[in-house]
């Protein structure tokens, strides 16, 4: 049941707002102060730092953990597993394969960040395609096949990682390594807009498509008989998740958690109604991956620890939390 409709506008106009602050604000944290001065009179250096770094991380942090958030609260549903994160399913660790292979083999070098991005990309892509016909029986898709066929294709593209990794070169071990501990980086300026424009369009389709979420989160059998799809459901969902994480783990890498806790502590604080549940996952999921990058430049200035890194340490011990208590119950 979906909480009054003040409370709702409120929830929403509330994560929205600090969405809009995150954007606003963040960018002026760093390591170095910002010359207000320079940066009206738009001279550099601080004028580039701003907009050419900062900027950009900022955005890319709004967008990427609204996304990993998005896609958690949604395999969440589906899987009816409090614990379901973007990673579950393998398509993100098909896409850290890819990565990892594209960096071994020096795309990098020839199209830089262009050539990690479209290893992840192929990566993930096979992954979906191995995990779908795995899933399918007869025509028909299960939300448990799913998780089954993610989590066996998960731990073959970890071994396969592991297995790549061990040889590399010095150079290759160390970018790799970097890698996949996940962070943000400034990217291009056209890169941003093309990624930004990838997950608003794909978080609208799944945000609207949220009854069809509460039908599933209740159970299949129950969904079918008040008239859900359940097979095509499951496919556009499925679709959609590994969309979001895929291409956010080709610009970030395989930043942990945010899927998890995001989705799980709003769904206890809101209820389970993923048409509240959802906008207000994407837009606070932004917030916690862009704060986490502004920590990690500034906490250890000048040196920088990884968003990926502060996600861990956020999401490991909120983890063993709720293993803990679904354990006493």
Same mark, same amino acid.
């Given at each position: 049941?979906?909480?009054p409709?003040?409370?709702?506008?409120?929830w929403?106009?509330?994560?929205?707002?600090?969405?809009? &602050?995150a954007?606003?604000?963040?960018?002026?944290?760093?390591?170095?102060?910002?010359?207000?001065?320079?940066?009206?009179?738009?001279?550099?250096?601080?004028?580039?730092i701003?907009? *050419?770094?900062?900027?950009?991380?900022?955005? !890319?942090?709004?967008? +990427?953990?609204?996304?990993l958030?998005?896609a958690?609260?949604?395999?969440?549903?589906?899987?009816?597993?409090? &614990?379901?994160?973007?990673?579950?399913?393998?398509?993100s660790?098909?896409? #850290?394969?890819?990565?990892?292979?594209?960096?071994?083999?020096?795309w990098?070098?020839v199209?830089?960040?262009?050539?990690?991005?479209?290893?992840?990309?192929?990566?993930?892509?096979? $992954?979906?395609?191995?995990?779908?016909? @795995?899933?399918?029986?007869h025509?028909?898709?299960? #939300? #448990?096949?799913?998780?089954? +066929?993610g989590?066996?294709?998960?731990s073959?593209?970890?071994?396969?990682?592991?297995?790549v990794?061990?040889?590399?070169?010095?150079?290759?071990?160390?970018? $790799?390594?970097?890698w996949?501990?996940?962070?943000? *980086?400034?990217v291009?300026?056209?890169?941003?807009?093309?990624?930004a424009?990838?997950?608003?369009c794909m978080? !609208?389709?799944?945000?609207?498509q949220?009854?069809?979420?509460?039908?599933l989160?209740?159970?299949?059998?129950?969904?079918a008989?008040?008239?859900?799809?359940?097979?095509?459901?499951?496919?556009?969902g499925?679709?959609?998740g590994?969309?979001?994480?895929a291409?956010?783990?080709?610009?970030?890498?395989?930043?942990g958690?945010?899927g998890?806790?995001?989705? =799980?502590l709003?769904?206890?604080?809101?209820?389970?109604?993923d048409?509240?549940?959802?906008?207000?996952?994407?837009?606070?999921?932004?917030? !916690?991956?862009?704060?986490?990058d502004? $920590?990690?430049? @500034?906490?250890?200035?000048?040196?920088?620890?990884?968003?990926?890194?502060? @996600?861990?340490?956020?999401?490991?011990? =909120?983890?063993?939390?709720?293993?803990r208590?679904g354990g006493?119950?």
């Amino acid at each position: 049941m979906l909480m009054p409709r003040i409370s709702v506008a409120r929830w929403i106009g509330g994560s929205a707002l600090l969405f809009v &602050l995150a954007g606003c604000l963040l960018p002026f944290v760093g390591p170095s102060r910002i010359d207000w001065g320079l940066v009206l009179q738009r001279q550099d250096p601080d004028w580039s730092i701003l907009m *050419d770094l900062r900027l950009s991380r900022t955005l !890319l942090g709004l967008f +990427a953990g609204g996304a990993l958030a998005l896609a958690g609260a949604l395999f969440q549903s589906m899987l009816r597993d409090a &614990l379901a994160t973007p990673y579950t399913l393998g398509v993100s660790t098909g896409a #850290s394969l890819g990565a990892v292979m594209a960096i071994a083999l020096d795309w990098h070098t020839v199209a830089g960040v262009g050539g990690i991005w479209a290893g992840a990309l192929c990566g993930a892509g096979v $992954i979906l395609f191995v995990v779908m016909g @795995t899933a399918t029986r007869h025509g028909q898709v299960s #939300s #448990s096949s799913l998780l089954l +066929a993610g989590v066996a294709i998960n731990s073959v593209c970890a071994a396969l990682i592991l297995l790549v990794h061990s040889f590399t070169g010095i150079s290759q071990s160390f970018a $790799i390594s970097r890698w996949l501990i996940g962070g943000l *980086d400034a990217v291009e300026r056209p890169t941003l807009m093309l990624y930004a424009g990838v997950v608003a369009c794909m978080s !609208l389709l799944v945000v609207r498509q949220a009854r069809q979420w509460n039908l599933l989160a209740v159970g299949e059998a129950w969904a079918a008989t008040r008239g859900a799809h359940v097979r095509r459901a499951l496919v556009r969902g499925y679709l959609a998740g590994s969309v979001l994480a895929a291409v956010t783990v080709a610009l970030t890498g395989p930043i942990g958690f945010v899927g998890l806790v995001v989705p =799980h502590l709003l769904r206890k604080r809101l209820g389970g109604d993923d048409r509240l549940l959802m906008p207000c996952a994407f837009l606070l999921g932004g917030v !916690l991956l862009a704060g986490c990058d502004a $920590i990690g430049r @500034t906490i250890l200035a000048p040196a920088e620890i990884p968003a990926g890194a502060i @996600t861990a340490f956020i999401g490991g011990p =909120h983890l063993i939390w709720v293993v803990r208590r679904g354990g006493t119950r």
